[in-house]
């Protein structure tokens, strides 16, 4: 090789260096954000364009759960909105999320490593060429999410500088997704009750606040139902406080399993509850804390092979926008008193005060 053709090489190679660098660069910008969308969108339009490929589908891992979500895809035809991890036939995703190793498919029909089944490929029909490639999405080792590409335009499959930059962009992804959930569930702690899941008692009233506002400004009502667990401390004393966080988290289940997704059940304090019941009547939320109390008298815990019987006392009342927060949680811990001066056990309603009277 002459000198001058040498020259010539190394040129275009740092050329073609220069342009993936100026191409990539905003890229990176655009991705280390903390917006799931934006993430979804430079996925599915500017990836594909940077490598000449015509598909790309973004999937977010949910760990808990063990489903893959779609997020995001520019496909024109139908694919799937969730996939298990614990499906029976392996899909190439899932052996990529399993191997946490990016697999780059020339030919899906002779591809060894994994060898893809039949079944898994009901929607080959749908594509142009049998070459993909499929990304997991990395987060401190752990799989976050998977990019899918299909369908290199003009080629017979990804050259090395489009498998290098989709190397490079899924670390890029796999953690600013992972900061995405970091950041989302710090959000959720800083909202929640760590024992219980439930809002915490900043959020009651945050929530109480915008409801009351919501009254206000369209009419309407709200309900709400303080609660007490009976007899907590003997729990505590007599068999300790690991027993007594049972019998706490035992009530805020059966508490949820009793209302609506709309309404909001909070850890008022350390063994008091509280829901608000947006536009429920006097009537349907004292129904509401009846099913309580009896769900949780039918259920006692058992510690240590001993059988503790568990109840809750439960106040109720309705209000509109013309209370306050403060008199909301002071007229239903009232209601709440008297539950417990009847016996406990047992459901108690306030009465609105009438006019001129507090």
């Not at 598909?55 to 496909?75: C, F, G, K, R, V």
């Not at 109840?311 to 109720?316: E, R």
Request: charged share 25%.
């Amino acid at each position: 090789m002459s000198e001058i053709q040498k020259n010539n090489d190394e040129y275009k190679l740092d050329a073609a260096n220069w342009i993936i660098l100026h191409t990539i660069t905003p890229l990176v910008q655009q991705i280390n954000c903390l917006d799931l969308q934006q993430i979804g969108k430079i996925c599915v339009e500017q990836i594909p364009k940077l490598i000449n490929a015509r598909y790309a589908s973004l999937y977010i891992l949910d760990e808990i759960s063990e489903m893959l979500h779609l997020e995001n895809h520019n496909h024109p035809f139908l694919i799937n909105n969730i996939v298990s991890l614990n499906q029976a036939n392996l899909s190439p995703m899932i052996k990529a999320i399993r191997s946490n190793e990016l697999i780059i498919i020339e030919n899906i029909d002779s591809h060894k490593t994994p060898v893809i089944s039949k079944k898994s490929r009901k929607f080959l029909q749908n594509y142009q060429s049998n070459n993909c490639i499929i990304a997991p999405l990395i987060c401190h080792k752990r799989v976050v999410g998977v990019l899918n590409i299909a369908d290199k335009v003009n080629a017979d499959k990804f050259s090395d500088e489009d498998i290098a930059i989709v190397e490079l962009l899924r670390q890029l992804m796999g953690a600013s997704i992972g900061n995405i959930k970091l950041f989302e569930k710090m959000q959720h702690q800083a909202k929640t009750d760590g024992l219980t899941g439930l809002a915490n008692h900043r959020t009651f009233y945050e929530v109480l606040e915008r409801e009351l506002r919501r009254c206000q400004r369209y009419g309407g009502q709200i309900a709400i139902i303080m609660g007490d667990i009976d007899n907590l401390k003997p729990i505590n004393d007599n068999y300790g406080h690991r027993a007594g966080d049972m019998a706490i988290k035992r009530v805020s289940r059966k508490i949820v399993s009793c209302i609506r997704k709309i309404d909001t059940a909070a850890r008022y304090g350390g063994d008091e509850f509280a829901v608000i019941l947006p536009n429920t009547t006097i009537a349907e939320a004292t129904g509401v804390a009846q099913r309580m109390v009896e769900e949780v008298s039918k259920s006692p815990i058992v510690w240590e092979r001993q059988q503790i019987e568990i109840s809750v006392s439960i106040g109720v009342g309705q209000y509109d926008g013309d209370m306050c927060p403060e008199e909301v949680t002071h007229y239903s811990d009232e209601a709440l008193y008297a539950a417990k001066q009847a016996g406990k056990n047992t459901v108690k309603v306030f009465e609105k005060p009438k006019a001129g009277i507090k």
